[in-house]
């Protein structure tokens, strides 16, 4: 019974990956779980601590057989349904998100749900500040086209 529940622990510590963990990966881990832990034990920042900590977590495990790029990465750049169906695990449908963009319009969302729009209602004088702001940007961004810069070129500058 021992003999077999050692092997199982022994197959699932060769098999995991972890065997080929570089010291900066370990580091990595650590620094993550440190932000972590002041994103939810400590209260700082957490919407903006806790993605990037659970993006460093899973940037830096080693992914033995966690993530199939073969799914993603391909001669035709499609997503193979039918093979991410089949063997796809957790980490291949979270990349979907970053595959298809589905994150940052989300984040954004999120970002402004979350607004507390209390002090623009106290202030209302900083809306105009803003509203000024935005058409400054506006005004750049065509002063450059008409200048003759690019459309990317009037973006940077805009």
């Known amino acids: 019974m021992l003999e077999i529940f050692l092997d199982s622990v022994q197959k699932l510590i060769s098999g995991s990956g972890f065997l080929n963990l570089t010291g900066g990966?370990?580091?990595m881990i650590l620094v993550s779980f440190v932000l972590m832990y002041l994103a939810i034990g400590r209260g700082f920042e957490p919407l903006l601590l806790l993605p990037i900590a659970f993006g460093m977590l899973l940037t830096n495990l080693?992914?033995?057989n966690m993530y199939h790029p073969e799914i993603f990465i391909n001669d035709t750049g499609h997503i193979l349904w039918e093979q991410l169906g089949n063997s796809g695990g957790l980490l291949d449908?979270?990349?979907l998100?970053?595959?298809l963009g589905i994150y940052?319009?989300?984040?954004?969302l999120g970002v402004g749900c979350m607004t507390d729009f209390g002090p623009l209602i106290a202030n209302p004088?900083?809306?105009l500040m803003g509203a000024a702001a935005q058409l400054g940007i506006?005004?750049?961004f065509f002063g450059a086209l008409l200048l003759g810069f690019t459309g990317p070129e009037a973006g940077s500058i805009g």
């Open 25 to 27: 990966q370990a580091l």
């Open 62 to 64: 080693p992914m033995a």
């Open 93 to 95: 449908y979270l990349y």
């Open 97 to 99: 998100g970053v595959k």
């Open 104 to 108: 940052p319009p989300l984040i954004f």
């Open 125 to 127: 004088k900083s809306f």
């Open 138 to 140: 506006f005004i750049a």
